[in-house]
């Protein structure tokens, strides 16, 4: 059974860090596309970044030089390293996989399967 399960959110001050984990398990992901996707309340979800089966990466405009996204194909995992947090940067954020798909195209139909969500709260 397919599951993935990230970890490493909370509270943090803004300017502040955090890196998020997503291991998966009954699935090995290491052909296929990855992302990190976000969701503040009251607003759509977003895609913040997405990481191809050969570690090219793609970033929103919002965290382009802030986050660095990443995978390690020996834990079957990818992270999320985010720097110089923002207020704005606060909502649930969710990993997820794509289905028979090894680059990151636009339409986020090609994820699949996802997370359960952490939390991130940006606040001073």
């Known amino acids: 059974q397919l599951q993935l399960v990230e970890s490493g959110g909370g509270l943090v001050q803004p300017g502040g860090s955090l890196r998020l984990s997503c291991v998966l398990s009954?699935?090995?992901?290491?052909?296929?596309?990855m992302a990190w996707f976000r969701q503040a309340p009251g607003k759509a979800r977003e895609r913040v970044s997405c990481?191809?089966?050969?570690?090219?990466?793609v970033y929103a405009d919002s965290v382009k030089g802030r986050f660095t996204i990443s995978r390690d194909y020996t834990k079957n995992a990818i992270y999320l390293q985010m720097d110089s947090l923002e207020t704005t940067d606060t909502g649930v954020y969710y990993c997820?996989?794509?289905?028979?798909?090894?680059?990151?195209?636009?339409?986020?139909?090609?994820?699949?399967?996802w997370g359960q969500g952490t939390q991130v709260t940006v606040s001073s």
């Open positions: 009954g699935f090995t992901a290491d052909y296929y596309a």
């Open positions: 997820a996989t794509s289905v028979g798909f090894y680059y990151c195209s636009d339409n986020d139909a090609m994820f699949g399967s």
């Open positions: 990481i191809t089966s050969k570690s090219d990466t």
